[in-house]
Structures are given as C-alpha cells and as structure tokens.
C-alpha cells in the first residue's frame, strides 16, 4: 500500500515558479514509477509527467516540456514537480501517482495551482 500527499500548490502569476511535492509512504515506494497528471476546470485530467523508479528516464506532455522537471529523491519518498514559466492555462488541480507495469495504482487527494494573468 502507498499514500500519497501532494504539497506546494498555490496562486501564481503568470511567469512565475512553483515546486510542488508528493510525499510517499510505504517502503515500496522506490518501485514505482511515479507522475504527475492535472486537471483544469471543466476538463478532463491529463498527463503532465513521469518518472521511472530509478529516476532514469523522464516523460512529458508537450505542454510541459522545457518549463516544468520532474524529479524524484526515493531516499524521502518523494516525488517533485518543479514548474517554470507558468501560464494561466496551467491552472488546474495536480495529482501525483504511483504506478506498476503502466497502471495507476495509487493516487494522492490533488493540490491546486491557480496562474493569474
């Protein structure tokens, strides 16, 4: 079994940075592959990014790519998102995941990012 709790979310403007946090429990956790999905209002959720368990090999939506890293430290079970450059359509509700053999077994309770413009 694994917990998950996001943290870091919050009001931004546009152009500004955001860290956020996905803290695990359980000692399995350097298992998984972990990730990021969002979901903006009124919209579906969607993929943002991943990480393999070793932290070997990363994937990003395009709408991600060269503004947001994520990284894992399995010494703190955790998970990190940091953003860059935020725009207002990143604003949405950010779900981290823990996954096996591509399944989304575990999902944390979501942490909210709002971009002013």
């Known amino acids: 079994q694994v917990q998950l709790v996001e943290s870091g979310g919050g009001l931004v403007q546009a152009g500004g940075s955001l860290r956020l946090s996905c803290a695990a429990s359980?000692?399995?956790?350097?298992?998984?592959?972990m990730g990021w999905f969002r979901q903006p209002p009124g919209k579906e959720r969607e993929f943002v990014a991943a990480?393999?368990?070793?932290?070997?090999?990363?994937y990003y939506a395009d709408s991600a790519k060269g503004r947001f890293t994520i990284s894992r430290d399995n010494a703190k079970n955790t998970v990190y998102l940091q953003m860059n450059s935020l725009k207002p359509e990143d604003t949405a509700v950010y779900y981290c995941?823990?996954?096996?053999?591509?399944?989304?077994?575990?999902w944390g309770q979501g942490t909210q990012v709002t971009v002013s413009s």
């Open positions: 990480i393999t368990w070793n932290g070997g090999s990363t």
């Open positions: 995941y823990a996954g096996l053999a591509g399944r989304y077994n575990y």
């Open positions: 359980g000692r399995t956790f350097s298992s998984y592959g």
